[in-house]
């Protein structure tokens, strides 16, 4: 029998993509689960339109992760913190602190799409945002007393 996958199924496929599987298994488990829909020609057709408008908005992302990147190539981000004169800082500078600081400069960035290392004393140090999964810009922080 020839179903449509709405989901992830392990050992089959990804969502929309049309598999052969036993009738029992499909008429007992994937379709009663609302895991599969039955491949007739217009759900096949509507499957196909599917996955050319996801990969569609998809590549619109993927453009707009890019230039967003080209903007963040090269940029330098400084955090004022309060420090020791020794230069340890109390505590540490946290992605929350970039994420406010890039957007102070403009930039609308997400703290969980940040990484950076652990930055507790002051200095130069280097953060990753990840725009998309297949775009990421190293950025550099430079981390000063207050």
Same mark, same amino acid.
């Given at each position: 029998?020839?179903? @449509?996958?709405?989901?992830?199924?392990?050992?089959?496929?990804?969502?929309?993509? *049309?598999?052969?599987?036993?009738?029992? %298994?499909?008429? +007992? %488990? &994937? *379709?009663?689960?609302?895991?599969?829909?039955?491949?007739?020609? #217009?759900?096949?057709?509507?499957?196909?339109?599917?996955?050319?408008?996801?990969? !569609?908005?998809?590549?619109?992302?993927?453009?707009?992760? +890019?230039? &967003?990147?080209?903007? &963040?190539?090269?940029?330098?981000?400084?955090?004022?913190?309060?420090?020791? /004169?020794?230069?340890? *800082?109390?505590? /540490?500078?946290?992605? @929350?602190?970039?994420?406010? #600081? &890039?957007?102070?400069?403009?930039?609308?960035?997400?703290?969980?799409? *940040? /990484?950076?290392?652990?930055?507790?004393? @002051?200095? =130069? %140090?280097?953060?990753?945002? #990840?725009? !998309?999964?297949?775009? #990421?810009? =190293?950025?550099?922080?430079?981390?000063?007393?207050?």
């Amino acid at each position: 029998m020839k179903v @449509i996958l709405k989901d992830f199924v392990k050992g089959f496929g990804e969502k929309n993509d *049309i598999v052969v599987v036993k009738n029992g %298994y499909g008429r +007992n %488990y &994937l *379709i009663p689960q609302g895991l599969a829909a039955i491949a007739t020609p #217009s759900a096949v057709k509507m499957a196909e339109e599917n996955v050319r408008q996801a990969a !569609h908005k998809q590549a619109k992302v993927k453009d707009d992760a +890019n230039a &967003l990147a080209e903007k &963040l190539q090269g940029f330098k981000v400084t955090v004022p913190t309060k420090a020791g /004169s020794n230069g340890k *800082i109390f505590g /540490s500078v946290t992605t @929350i602190q970039l994420a406010q #600081s &890039l957007a102070n400069r403009g930039f609308d960035i997400d703290k969980r799409k *940040i /990484s950076a290392p652990d930055m507790k004393n @002051i200095g =130069e %140090y280097k953060a990753t945002i #990840s725009l !998309h999964k297949e775009v #990421s810009v =190293e950025i550099d922080v430079d981390v000063v007393q207050e």
